[in-house]
């Protein structure tokens, strides 16, 4: 059984900077991709970044290039969103998904992942 658990949420200023975990346990090979999705109160869930198990390639929404990196540990089996330059509107519950057979740019669709975490609070406020 596939299990995702996210960790590294918090209150953070604008401008700050903040490390989300997510370890994963019980992905059979055919599970190729994991994907960060983020979902404002009141809004639809936003694809923000995916990481290619089998060769860390690596794709970005718009919204955060340049200032969010997603990086994998495969000793560990934890990957990991590094989010900085933070902006209220970065505000949102942060998940991590599991998919198989899929690009990276298929994060734009988030219900293509199948394996999804229970999330983490990100807040960004003075």
């Known amino acids: 059984q596939v299990q995702l658990v996210e960790s590294g949420g918090g209150l953070v200023q604008p401008g700050g900077s903040l490390r989300l975990s997510c370890a994963a346990s019980g992905l059979t090979s055919d599970y190729g991709a994991i994907g960060w999705i983020r979902q404002a109160p009141g809004g639809k869930r936003e694809g923000v970044s995916s990481?290619?198990?089998?060769?860390?390639?690596?794709y970005y929404a718009d919204s955060v290039k340049g200032r969010f990196t997603i990086s994998r540990d495969d000793a560990k089996n934890t990957t990991y969103l590094h989010l900085s330059s933070l902006k209220p509107e970065d505000t949102a519950v942060y998940y991590c998904?599991?998919?198989?057979?899929?690009?990276?740019?298929?994060?734009?669709?988030?219900?293509?992942?199948?394996?999804w975490g229970q999330g983490t609070q990100v807040t960004v406020s003075s």
């Open positions: 990481i290619s198990i089998t060769d860390h390639s690596t």
């Open positions: 998904a599991a998919g198989k057979n899929l690009i990276m740019s298929s994060i734009r669709t988030p219900r293509l992942y199948d394996c």
